[in-house]
């Protein structure tokens, strides 16, 4: 259990009282547990046993330096999307052999620097081997690229929010198993590509192995295949290992591995690297954003509890009803009732659901399982400061980043036209 409440009940993270971080640090601030992420990344890496790997962590789900120093720390790589998650993740030590970068809408000049740092280019349509050939040829140069295959897996089978699931054929992502052998014929005819992987990635937040290893399966048929032509030296079975939000996790991270690895021995390929692309279970769990109460109001039968966090700082309830548990950070005798849980937007879907919270003796709540998709999908809107972050290690606080100052927001968008 990530957070732990301490002999005075008050809740912990990492060994840290969070009443103590929110003496140090404004609220609303996220606050991650450095160590236990980097027990997570170890546990993962252990799971490959003899396997070739690579633990290419999604830069998306927490782009935190402390977070990418920490993970490459313990030999993970980075699945970038963009510019500058690639110059984020070189700046924090991933070498480039261990960056896989995704996208289904490149820019020239991204495509420019991915080729010149070496790193692998995931594409995702047969039209994007050409460009990279031809930028590669300008340059100079030969570009190492995967094809991101999409194995068409019906997305009512992954039980996941219908938002983050990528591998059904009307997804934008991947190209169809019926346009390889384009992409093939496109990766052949040009001596600046050579083509070094095979990838896929279905979705997020899987909560059982079922159709993880039935993309894996197809997807390694498919590599047995191609090597005949390419000498692969990966493929990659994406990201999407899910975690428990309070409704259950039927598998751990851990068995996805362990069960890819088996399908990719039984396919004859133990002597290529197995990649993975995890993003939310190395991270989610271990960090929480921790609010203050504003107020409470009572309106006929609804009590509300009003935090200084909104939708601003942790979009995942309004853009996928996700359901994150809230608790408070001090313990209170007081009797619980359900109250509706929301944020100071001016949005409805500012809302983090109800919840069974003492009626008082509290003035902090913490939003758990918060470290994965919250600071990075943050935004400014009405006019809100971007949140704290506060980094805990060996026990202690390590860092903190100071929550923006709103009136440089202000300040800013004065400017803006001027
Ligand atoms: N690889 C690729 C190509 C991806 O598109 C993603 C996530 C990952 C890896 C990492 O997936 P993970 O292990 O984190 O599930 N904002 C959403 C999740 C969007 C995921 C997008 N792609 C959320 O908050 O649930």
Same mark, same amino acid.
């Given at each position: 259990m ?20 929110a003496?140090? /640090?404004?609220?609303?601030?996220? +606050?991650? =547990? $450095?160590? %236990?992420?980097?027990?997570? &990344? ?46 984020l ?13 995704s ?21 995702e ?37 219908a ?7 009307? /997804?934008?992502?991947?190209?169809? +198993?019926? =346009? $390889?052998? %384009?992409?093939?014929?496109? &990766? ?12 896929a ?68 390929l ?14 989610a ?18 009590r509300?509890l ?19 548990r809230?608790?408070p950070?001090e ?14 937007v ?9 919840h ?6 509290f003035?902090?709540a ?14 400014r809107?009405?006019?809100?400061a ?8 060996g ?24």
């Open positions: 990530p957070t732990l409440r301490d002999a005075a009940g008050t809740l912990t993270l990492g060994g840290v009282s969070l009443v103590d971080v003496r140090v /640090a404004e609220t609303p601030s996220y +606050v991650y =547990d $450095l160590d %236990a992420m980097a027990a997570e &990344a170890r546990e993962l890496r252990e799971a490959f046993g003899s396997q070739r790997h690579r633990v290419c962590f999604a830069v998306k789900a927490n782009s935190a330096g402390a977070v990418l120093r920490a993970l490459a720390g313990q030999g993970c790589g980075a699945d970038v999307v963009s510019g500058a998650e690639l110059v993740a070189r700046a924090c030590g991933v070498p480039s052999d261990a960056i896989v970068f996208g289904v809408a490149k820019l020239g000049r991204e495509i420019d620097f991915a080729i010149a740092e070496g790193v692998t280019i995931q594409v349509s047969v039209e994007e081997i050409g460009r990279i050939a031809e930028r590669a040829s300008d340059l100079g140069a030969r570009a190492r690229i995967s094809i991101r295959i999409n194995p068409a897996i019906d997305s009512a089978a992954l039980a996941t929010h938002n983050i699931a990528t591998g059904h054929d009307e /997804a934008k992502f991947g190209v169809l +198993v019926a =346009d $390889l052998p %384009a992409a093939l014929d496109a &990766a052949s005819r040009s001596d600046r590509v050579s083509l070094v992987g095979l990838s990635h279905i979705g997020s937040q899987l909560t059982d192995t079922a159709a993880y290893v039935d993309a894996a399966r197809a997807l390694f048929a498919i590599a047995r295949e191609v090597r005949q032509a390419h000498p692969l030296s990966f493929v990659d079975t994406g990201g999407g290992f899910g975690i428990d939000y309070g409704a259950g996790c039927g598998a751990r991270p851990a068995d996805f591995v362990r069960a890819v690895c088996r399908e990719l021995a039984h396919q004859g133990g002597d290529v690297a197995l990649y993975v692309e995890p993003g939310r279970s190395l991270v769990t271990h960090g929480v954003l921790l609010t203050r109460v504003i107020q409470r109001k009572v309106s006929g039968d609804q509300w009003m935090i200084d966090a909104g939708m601003n700082d942790l979009l995942r309830p309004a853009l996928y009803q996700a359901r994150h809230v608790v950070v313990t209170s005798g007081a009797p619980c009732a359900t109250v509706r849980v929301v944020g100071p001016c949005e409805s879907s500012d809302d983090f659901g109800a069974d919270l003492p009626e008082g003796g003035s902090l913490a939003v758990l399982d918060a470290g994965a998709y919250g600071y990075t999908m943050a935004s809107y009405n006019g809100r971007l949140p704290a972050e506060v980094f805990i290690s026990g202690r606080i390590a860092s903190i980043t100071a929550r923006e100052d709103w009136s440089a927001w202000a300040g800013d968008r004065a400017r803006a036209g001027a």
